[in-house]
């Protein structure tokens, strides 16, 4: 039933506009990328190296929140749910069906755009080395980790209502990973008040690992695996909730 | 008597509307759907339909009272596998083509890989999708999104098939088509439950009913009876019997109940020439209105300053 689910939503994720608009814009945007490395000034293949990076995880969460907001909003507004629901299948089913399915296109978008990133870097000449691949992997685990924040808040609220939550998240994730820094400067009932906020948002700046690849800085194997499990963990939460709200949703 | 398909036993059910306001959809709803019955709930727009239905599918939840599906309590959603349902004005995924969609579906019902093609087969030949199978749904008209729907619920074979609306958006030769398939699958032994304010559908196809208002059924039971409660219409010439009204030709006609017919019969004066001995035919749709209306008194009929053009 949740293999079934995943197939279906993969082909409806993978067709819709929208995804295949945003793939288009990214391999736009890397190809303009070059502009930014010729008007740095200085080591111009390292600036583009760097933009395509973030180009992956821009684009792949701007994909993450688009797909992941119409996909599970449009079933309960356009009422798509109503010939899936009403078969033999528990709630919980189909939201994790949906979850992976979503998933799966998203770890393809994800190689798509690494390999196109890749390729761009190695025929203009930019300095690529394997390093960039794992950059790519924690790029797309980051991009999970938004398309279940995409699930989590489209099971909550409305479809615009969701996306602009989606992206505070985004912004609030990336600057959750200096708080800590912060904290120096905090006093009394501020530090725990501050660590409960920090443990409420996911840390996406645990995923950025794009300007040490760029210079080839290596990573312990260990690190990869604990950032991984860290994004894992979020994602198993984020869907546990989406479940919750979705079981107890009145259709 | 064999056990109902599908029972309802005072439900009720709200749902919460603006701030702490709640609207109470269904009041103490009872209804009894035979096995292998055809059975149309019958009720305007609002009146509860498409909130029965949701509940039984499992899309609502939290009423009161008990509802039975093949016997057993509303809950286990295995039981679902034996049901096909058709929204009311179904939506589907725009990305999927028809033949991808409707394996899907037949996927989820539990049917098994190596039945999934002769499944598909039938109700593409039922319902003319089979040159249809690749397109995508996006680009359908809601007449060919009604005839998806059909195929759809009837799909996998279910015991219990449960219509919202199901005439909706169709053009005359799709209704009768609709009707056909319908038959047939009645005849394969399915059991029909099916909501409309179209009563001539439900007169063709039903033989029990149930009329829903305001979220309460006002009445339930064989359409036959219903049918059968209608008076005697004796037309004939000569000598007239008591209460007999003249007709233009030069003959008369006499209405009595079923009950009054031997003793009306004997008791004609001589003479008397019987033309003609017809049960009257009950407009379903008059008697619909006049039920809803005696017990709500709104509706149909126009407030006297609309139909006038001035105020009232």
């Known amino acids: 039933m949740i293999r079934t689910i995943a197939g279906a939503t993969f082909r409806e994720a993978t067709r819709s506009r929208s995804f295949v608009l945003l793939l288009a814009l990214y391999a736009l945007a890397v190809l303009l990328s070059r502009v930014g490395g010729w008007i740095s000034g200085t080591d111009g293949s390292t600036i583009t190296a760097n933009l395509v990076m973030s180009l992956q995880s821009v684009f792949g969460v701007l994909v993450a929140v688009a797909t992941g907001t119409a996909l599970v909003q449009s079933e309960i507004q356009q009422k798509t749910l109503y010939t899936v629901l009403s078969r033999p299948l528990p709630r919980w089913k189909f939201v994790v069906g949906k979850f992976l399915g979503l998933a799966a296109a998203l770890v393809c978008g994800q190689a798509a755009m690494l390999a196109l990133g890749i390729a761009y870097l190695w025929i203009t000449g930019a300095p690529v080395t394997g390093w960039l691949a794992v950059a790519g992997a924690l790029t797309a685990m980051e991009v999970l980790v938004m398309a279940a924040v995409s699930l989590c808040w489209t099971a909550l609220s409305s479809p615009l209502l969701a996306t602009v939550l989606c992206l505070a998240t985004y912004a609030l994730g990336h600057a959750v990973g200096s708080l800590p820094g912060l904290m120096y400067h905090l006093k009394g009932f501020q530090r725990p008040l501050c660590v409960a906020f920090a443990s409420l948002v996911p840390d996406l700046s645990r995923f950025s690992y794009r300007d040490e690849a760029v210079h080839a800085l290596p990573i312990a194997l260990g690190e990869i695996v604990i950032r991984l499990a860290y994004g894992a963990c979020w994602i198993a939460l984020l869907v546990m909730i989406t479940v919750i709200v979705v079981r107890r949703k009145q259709l | 008597m064999a056990e109902p398909e599908l029972s309802f036993a005072d439900v009720s059910f709200s749902y919460r509307g603006d701030w702490l306001n709640r609207i109470h959809a269904l009041t103490t709803v009872s209804l009894l759907v035979p096995q292998a019955s055809a059975f149309g709930f019958l009720g305007a727009n609002g009146a509860g339909k498409s909130t029965s239905i949701k509940l039984l599918m499992g899309l609502l939840h939290g009423h009161r009272g008990d509802i039975r599906l093949f016997g057993q309590p509303l809950g286990?959603?295995?039981?679902?596998?034996?049901?096909?349902?058709?929204?009311?004005?179904?939506?589907?995924?725009?990305?999927?083509?028809?033949?991808?969609?409707?394996?899907?579906?037949?996927?989820?019902?539990?049917?098994?890989?190596?039945?999934?093609?002769?499944?598909?087969?039938?109700?593409?030949?039922?319902?003319?999708?089979?040159?249809?199978?690749?397109?995508?749904?996006?680009?359908?008209?809601?007449?060919?999104?009604?005839?998806?729907?059909?195929?759809?619920?009837?799909?996998?074979?279910?015991?219990?098939?449960?219509?919202?609306?199901?005439?909706?958006?169709?053009?005359?030769?799709?209704?009768?088509?609709?009707?056909?398939?319908?038959?047939?699958?009645?005849?394969?032994?399915?059991?029909?439950?099916?909501?409309?304010?179209?009563?001539?559908?439900?007169?063709?196809?039903?033989?029990?009913?149930?009329?829903?208002?305001?979220?309460?059924?006002?009445?339930?039971?064989?359409?036959?009876?219903?049918?059968?409660?209608?008076?005697?219409?004796?037309?004939?010439?000569?000598?007239?019997?008591?209460g007999a009204e003249d007709l233009p030709d030069g003959t008369w006609?006499?209405?009595?109940?079923?009950?009054?017919?031997?003793?009306?019969?004997?008791?004609?004066?001589?003479?008397?020439?019987?033309?003609?001995?017809?049960?009257?035919?009950?407009?379903?749709?008059?008697?619909?209105?006049?039920?809803?209306?005696?017990?709500?008194?709104?509706?149909?009929?126009?407030?006297?300053?609309?139909?006038?053009?001035?105020?009232?």
């Open chain 2, 253 to 312: 006609r006499v209405l009595f109940a079923e009950s009054e017919r031997a003793e009306r019969l004997a008791h004609l004066p001589a003479g008397a020439q019987i033309l003609r001995l017809d049960r009257q035919r009950i407009a379903l749709e008059d008697w619909f209105v006049a039920r809803v209306r005696a017990f709500h008194g709104a509706g149909a009929a126009l407030p006297t300053g609309a139909r006038t053009g001035g105020a009232s």
């Open chain 2, 76 to 242: 286990d959603h295995r039981a679902r596998a034996r049901l096909g349902y058709l929204p009311e004005q179904p939506y589907f995924y725009d990305n999927l083509a028809v033949g991808e969609y409707l394996v899907y579906l037949a996927k989820l019902s539990g049917m098994s890989a190596a039945d999934i093609p002769a499944a598909c087969d039938r109700v593409y030949q039922l319902l003319d999708l089979g040159d249809l199978r690749t397109r995508k749904l996006k680009s359908f008209s809601k007449g060919m999104r009604q005839r998806f729907g059909l195929a759809q619920a009837i799909v996998h074979r279910p015991d219990l098939l449960v219509l919202d609306e199901p005439f909706s958006g169709l053009d005359p030769l799709w209704r009768a088509r609709f009707k056909q398939v319908m038959a047939l699958e009645r005849a394969r032994g399915a059991t029909l439950f099916f909501s409309s304010h179209i009563l001539s559908d439900v007169e063709d196809l039903c033989d029990h009913y149930a009329v829903i208002d305001h979220g309460r059924v006002l009445e339930q039971g064989r359409l036959a009876d219903l049918m059968g409660s209608s008076p005697i219409e004796l037309t004939g010439s000569g000598p007239k019997p008591a």
